[in-house]
């Protein structure tokens, strides 16, 4: 009995052993497996990315093209080399005013722009971005478009004009300066005659305080001052208008206007294209644009500042802060305007979805806001000078 048992042991003994060993086999076959499933299906996805070319409306100098660029590089590296964006700047394939034509029909697959680029299609283009300013500024226009149904009737209007198109909005632009002068605008009088450069409903807006308004892509600026097609001229900010060269042929720079002080990117893709991608590639896409959108803006405050210091202290600009009398002009505008444009039932829709929206948000922002100019002048005195 007892060698029996002994036996009976071993056999169980050596029956454990082997399974132990059929055990091992397996797992390494099954870790090689994984090995090579590891290894392998990047190299998979990457033979079948898909690659996106958009241009921007922008010159390479420019710091919109960086913050173009912000976008690419966070899309690019969100998506680990399955989605990729080639990026080009304005004029390789298309002028900027022409990048969402081009977008439509396919002939680019995305553009960065903004939308007064297009306002000629509908004047509700310029409310996403450039509209009328109820006490909200480019945060809030963001917080509109994301949560306040903004982005649901940008859809609609794309929808009505047949645009191929799928936008998402980025960057919460700082007030844009009332521009370049010959000399310091003390009165909105003084404005009446002058030919001057802007887009969209500003257009509208200063054509209505009786400026002679032209409108041009950023590029063409200095040449058409210089020709004498402009006398005055507003772009964007400090950064971009030295970029160009607006201290070369003009020493006076008003800071503070309503005609833009609400605006934002909207970065635009074929929406064929987009349609057919992967949901985990539409969603870089689209939380891309979130996040180049807090980057720009922390960017803008950095270089815009420094731009701004340069211009008064090593260009000899004169930089003077736009008269209220003025600004109370432009709203005065602003409201003649929109008298004819509300006899649109669509662009109504917007406007007043966008004021109930200002109407909550800004009295908020602005009954709870610190008096940062109180603390900055407490700390600086004199420094601001108004």
Do not use: C
């Not at 002994?6 to 060993?21: L, T």
């Not at 306040?148 to 844009?176: H, K, W």
């Not at 349609?275 to 870089?284: F, Q, S, V, W």
């Amino acid at each position: 009995m007892k060698k029996v048992e002994v036996k009976k042991n071993v056999v169980q003994k050596e029956g454990e052993k082997n399974g132990r060993r059929k055990f091992l086999k397996t797992a390494a076959a099954a870790a090689g497996a994984a090995t090579v499933a590891t290894m392998g299906f990047p190299m998979v996805s990457r033979a079948q990315s898909t690659i996106l070319k958009m241009q921007g409306a922008w010159g390479a100098k420019d710091i919109f093209n960086d913050y173009a660029t912000d976008y690419v590089k966070r899309v690019n590296e969100m998506a680990g080399g399955r989605l990729k964006i080639q990026y080009l700047i304005s004029g390789a394939v298309v002028k900027s005013f022409q990048v969402q034509d081009a977008v439509h029909k396919g002939v680019l697959d995305g553009g960065h722009q903004v939308t007064v680029y297009w306002y000629g299609k509908s004047k509700a283009a310029s409310l996403f971005g450039s509209g009328p300013v109820f006490g909200q500024n480019a945060h809030m226009g963001l917080a509109w478009m994301h949560y306040g149904g903004g982005l649901d009737l940008y859809n609609e209007l794309m929808e009505s004009l047949g645009i191929n198109t799928v936008g998402f909005f980025a960057m919460p632009m700082p007030t844009q300066p009332l521009g370049w002068f010959k000399k310091p605008i003390t009165d909105a009088k003084e404005l009446a005659g002058l030919k001057y450069r802007t887009v969209g409903l500003a257009a509208d807006v200063m054509q209505a305080m009786g400026v002679k308004v032209t409108q041009l892509p950023g590029g063409e600026i200095v040449p058409a001052l210089e020709r004498g097609v402009i006398e005055a001229f507003e772009f964007n900010n400090p950064t971009s208008d030295k970029s160009f060269g607006a201290q070369d042929v003009s020493k006076v720079y008003m800071l503070g206007s309503y005609h833009q002080a609400a605006e934002f990117f909207e970065i635009i893709f074929n929406k064929d294209k987009f349609n057919a991608l992967p949901d985990e590639h539409k969603a870089i896409l689209r939380y891309g644009a979130e996040a180049a959108s807090s980057a720009n803006y922390w960017r803008g405050l950095d270089q815009y500042s420094k731009d701004l210091q340069w211009l008064k202290n090593d260009a000899g600009v004169k930089v003077y802060r736009t008269p209220q009398s003025v600004m109370e002009e432009q709203l005065a505008a602003w409201d003649s305007i929109m008298v004819d444009l509300m006899k649109d039932p669509f662009f109504a829709k917007v406007a007043n979805s966008q004021k109930d929206f200002s109407r909550r948000v800004a009295y908020y922002d602005l009954l709870n806001s610190a008096d940062y100019k109180l603390a900055y002048e407490h700390t600086f005195p004199g420094e601001l000078g108004f």
